[in-house]
């Protein structure tokens, strides 16, 4: 069975207390603390999984609480959910440059609050994969080739899968984009079409590479990422900053491993995927063949999957119009050969996606 986590909830309402544990006793081992003062005895005896810290305390407020976790080896590395009455963007901004891994609004309903504390522990762990993971690099880089290359692709596959959870897409984006790239590739093969490039490729590292096209939105904040309606004109500026955000990522990951061919891929699809043919697109406004061949690919096949993939704001649509939008946008978002190439396939995509739906 799985181990049950351990969560203290810390508020000096008792009302908000008694309602909080009520809501939580059945899936985890819940200590309520009715001051920070008293969150701080317990941990002298119990370290949790997961803190949810209200902000608006007397003596010591959760801010201050967090500035102690924070400067204490011992419970540093504790995650922490901060609980508020308030809907204040400023304090939210102060508590997010803490460390806190997320901000709950009172009062809470059951539903949202497990979930979001759900979310949070399944971003924990995956990160103390990685963090384990850059901890044994060293070591693992003496042994032989076989097994570093097996403890690469794991990296890959913790990092994909935190990008696509904190994402909102943990739907099988990842798996379907591997699943297009590899019909496109096969079929430029058989066409023979940029073959002088491709012959120079590992085809299992572009595999493997294109799962991480979207890593750098681990930079952007979940507010952005998970809002439920369209992004305004600064928020989506932000947003365009996650494939220099996700390059920068892979660059400090590319420092420790033994085997670097793979990363050169991934750098080059997380950072123009949203790159458009005639130059229309970000970050940094490439044109035609300029944008890598891999990101010129990853572009299909990441709109291709957007389309056909329900969104908070939107309905997803039919294949034979995802179809249809890639086809005009030949010459302008797309490279116009590539799409050529696309369309001989899109029945096959058509029925990988068909099993998610």
């Given at each position: 069975m799985d181990r049950r986590h351990t969560i203290f909830l810390v508020d000096d309402n008792n009302v908000d207390l008694a309602i909080g544990k009520s809501m939580l006793k059945d899936y985890y081992n819940v200590y309520p603390a009715q001051s920070a003062h008293k969150l701080f005895d317990l941990l002298y005896n119990v370290v949790p999984d997961l803190i949810l810290l209200d902000i608006e305390m007397p003596e010591m407020?959760?801010?201050?609480a967090m500035r102690m976790l924070n400067d204490d080896p011992r419970f540093m590395d504790i995650p922490v959910i901060f609980l508020t009455a308030a809907s204040d963007a400023e304090a939210e901004l102060e508590?997010?440059?803490?460390?806190?891994?997320?901000?709950?609004?009172?009062?809470?309903?059951a539903p949202i609050l497990t979930k979001r504390i759900e979310n949070a522990l399944a971003v924990v762990s995956q990160r103390n994969e990685l963090n384990n993971f850059k901890c044994n690099i060293k070591d693992i880089e003496r042994k032989n080739n076989k097994q570093v290359v097996d403890i690469q692709n794991s990296v890959l596959n913790v990092l994909a899968e935190l990008a696509e959870l904190r994402g909102g897409t943990a739907d099988g984006h990842v798996n379907r984009t591997h699943k297009y790239l590899e019909l496109l590739l096969n079929q430029l093969i058989a066409d023979d079409i940029y073959s002088d490039e491709i012959s120079t490729w590992n085809l299992d590292y572009i595999y493997s590479s294109a799962q991480l096209h979207d890593v750098g939105k681990?930079?952007?904040?979940?507010?952005?990422?998970?809002?439920?309606s369209k992004l305004s004109i600064d928020e989506f500026n932000e947003m365009k900053k996650h494939p220099f955000a996700g390059v920068d990522t892979l660059r400090k990951i590319e420092l420790g491993l033994a085997h670097d061919?793979?990363?050169?891929?991934?750098?080059a699809i997380a950072g123009t995927h949203h790159e458009k043919w005639d130059g229309t697109g970000y970050p940094v406004g490439l044109r035609g063949e300029d944008i890598p061949l891999e990101g010129r690919l990853m572009a299909i096949v990441d709109v291709y999957d957007a389309l056909i993939s329900p969104r908070p704001y939107r309905r997803p649509v039919s294949c034979a119009e995802?179809?249809?939008?890639?086809a005009m946008g030949s010459g302008t978002h797309f490279d116009p050969v590539l799409v050529g190439v696309f369309q001989k396939v899109a029945v096959q995509f058509a029925q990988i996606a068909a099993g998610h739906r």
């Open positions: 407020n959760g801010y201050e508590g997010l440059s803490l460390g806190a891994l997320d901000f709950i609004t009172k009062p809470f309903t681990l930079s952007i904040s979940d507010k952005i990422l998970n809002k439920p061919t793979f990363m050169r891929h991934a750098r995802a179809e249809r939008i890639i």
